[in-house]
């Protein structure tokens, strides 16, 4: 009796050790595999006269590293300013991530400069947070039916990139205290250091970029979880802020209401504020409203990543527990990018009025309504 019971449970406890094995064998080549995701993951088609630079062209000490990233540059016929746009500082923020894509693949500079960095921490895009469940891509459909898919990574560089992280991150410029892990956050390494950490060395990257380049204006996309309370808004640094305050006007007029925030001075490390302390750059970070990213949401999946609609935080509104306007954000993955979108035109047209003959004209970026209307994949190419 003893004995047969005894083999029993050895039999389980095998069974046990099988499964937990393939179990580890799979969910490990599904995790290898966001590091290599073949040629058709994150491809992008630059519109015409975009030249493809990496950042380590203004940063050596990035050549050849994880952290090293794609910028693409394009300049029109008439001279004037220069604008940078990132988009993916934080890679599980996705609409951030594709508005960068669709100006990429839609912008016709007339008039300055514009550079793009769409995928600005590359070593962020390898992975997706322990527990959080999140689908590793999402696509769209082009007009002609081709599928144009993109990884959803994280907020942080891979630990395989950067491990460990110390228990408290003091940042290097101002000696503030942070967790750790945001050591790994390119949104907390700025202005970064040379021969820091891989994050830090980034942040330093791009710093030189916008020295070196003297740019004007520089633009970081991000988004946040809907209980936040910055969202659908334009974050500006100080001497951003008069621009900014036009801009918020036009954005009225144009139906798209955006909340003005000043940037908290005293938070360090931040990519705009960074840039705006430490050099003659006019900074900016938006903020659009994902859901996919919320600690309140229920299932976690593509449909939720694209159409923003969850059950959890309409329960959560409808008890009046969110404390936001949850009602009139702009939820569908068409609108926040569309929100992105067009903020950037705005602010490059406006340009010129706060910075005379640095004016900077982009065409053929899609109008909000237009984008909004027809998604995203009509906006890519094949
Ligand atoms: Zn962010």
Redesign the pocket.
Same mark, same amino acid.
Request: include cysteine; hydrophobic fraction near 40%; glycine fraction near 8%.
């Given at each position: 009796m003893f004995e047969k019971r005894y083999l029993g449970s050895r039999f389980t406890a095998s069974l046990m050790l099988v499964a937990a094995i393939a179990i580890t064998a799979v969910s490990g080549l599904s995790y290898m595999k966001m590091r290599e995701p073949g040629p058709d993951i994150d491809r992008v088609v630059p519109h015409a006269g975009f030249e493809h630079k990496r950042l380590s062209d203004w940063f050596e000490g990035l050549a050849g590293t994880p952290a090293d990233t794609d910028i693409y540059v394009q300049e029109g016929a008439e001279p004037g300013g220069t604008v940078l746009i990132l988009g993916g500082?934080?890679a599980n923020?996705p609409a951030?991530v594709i508005a960068a894509v669709v100006m990429l693949e839609q912008a016709d500079v007339k008039r300055g400069r514009l550079m793009i960095a769409p995928y600005a921490n590359p070593m962020a895009r390898t992975h997706t947070f322990p527990q959080d469940a999140h689908p590793q891509t999402f696509s769209f459909r082009t007009p002609n039916g081709v599928t144009r898919a993109f990884r959803y990574g994280a907020?942080i560089t891979n630990p395989v990139n950067e491990w460990p992280n110390p228990d408290i991150y003091i940042h290097p410029e101002s000696g503030q205290t942070m967790a750790g892990i945001e050591r790994s956050n390119l949104?907390r390494a700025h202005p970064g250091v040379a021969d820091g950490g891989a994050t830090e060395r980034l942040a330093y990257g791009f710093m030189e970029l916008i020295k070196q380049e003297k740019v004007d204006l520089a633009i970081d996309l991000? *988004?946040?979880s809907p209980e936040y309370p910055v969202v659908d808004a334009l974050v500006a640094h100080e001497r951003a802020m008069e621009l900014a305050a036009m801009v918020t006007m036009e954005l009225e007029f144009e139906g798209v209401p955006i909340r003005l925030e000043p940037s908290p001075k005293n938070l360090r490390g931040l990519n705009h504020r960074e840039w705006g302390d430490n050099a003659d750059v006019l900074a900016v970070l938006l *903020?659009t409203c994902n859901a996919s990213a919320g600690r309140f949401r229920g299932r976690t999946d593509e449909a939720l990543i694209l159409t923003g609609e969850d059950k959890a935080y309409e329960k959560a509104a409808g008890l009046g527990r969110l404390y936001v306007p949850w009602e009139s954000f702009d939820k569908r993955f068409e609108e926040r990018v569309a929100r992105h979108v067009t903020t950037v035109r705005l602010l490059a047209d406006n340009l010129e009025f706060v910075r005379e003959g640095k004016g900077v004209t982009v065409e053929g970026l899609p109008a909000y309504q237009e984008l909004s209307d027809l998604g995203v994949g009509a906006f890519l190419s094949d």
């Amino acid at each position: 009796m003893f004995e047969k019971r005894y083999l029993g449970s050895r039999f389980t406890a095998s069974l046990m050790l099988v499964a937990a094995i393939a179990i580890t064998a799979v969910s490990g080549l599904s995790y290898m595999k966001m590091r290599e995701p073949g040629p058709d993951i994150d491809r992008v088609v630059p519109h015409a006269g975009f030249e493809h630079k990496r950042l380590s062209d203004w940063f050596e000490g990035l050549a050849g590293t994880p952290a090293d990233t794609d910028i693409y540059v394009q300049e029109g016929a008439e001279p004037g300013g220069t604008v940078l746009i990132l988009g993916g500082t934080h890679a599980n923020e996705p609409a951030g991530v594709i508005a960068a894509v669709v100006m990429l693949e839609q912008a016709d500079v007339k008039r300055g400069r514009l550079m793009i960095a769409p995928y600005a921490n590359p070593m962020a895009r390898t992975h997706t947070f322990p527990q959080d469940a999140h689908p590793q891509t999402f696509s769209f459909r082009t007009p002609n039916g081709v599928t144009r898919a993109f990884r959803y990574g994280a907020r942080i560089t891979n630990p395989v990139n950067e491990w460990p992280n110390p228990d408290i991150y003091i940042h290097p410029e101002s000696g503030q205290t942070m967790a750790g892990i945001e050591r790994s956050n390119l949104n907390r390494a700025h202005p970064g250091v040379a021969d820091g950490g891989a994050t830090e060395r980034l942040a330093y990257g791009f710093m030189e970029l916008i020295k070196q380049e003297k740019v004007d204006l520089a633009i970081d996309l991000h *988004e946040a979880s809907p209980e936040y309370p910055v969202v659908d808004a334009l974050v500006a640094h100080e001497r951003a802020m008069e621009l900014a305050a036009m801009v918020t006007m036009e954005l009225e007029f144009e139906g798209v209401p955006i909340r003005l925030e000043p940037s908290p001075k005293n938070l360090r490390g931040l990519n705009h504020r960074e840039w705006g302390d430490n050099a003659d750059v006019l900074a900016v970070l938006l *903020e659009t409203c994902n859901a996919s990213a919320g600690r309140f949401r229920g299932r976690t999946d593509e449909a939720l990543i694209l159409t923003g609609e969850d059950k959890a935080y309409e329960k959560a509104a409808g008890l009046g527990r969110l404390y936001v306007p949850w009602e009139s954000f702009d939820k569908r993955f068409e609108e926040r990018v569309a929100r992105h979108v067009t903020t950037v035109r705005l602010l490059a047209d406006n340009l010129e009025f706060v910075r005379e003959g640095k004016g900077v004209t982009v065409e053929g970026l899609p109008a909000y309504q237009e984008l909004s209307d027809l998604g995203v994949g009509a906006f890519l190419s094949d």
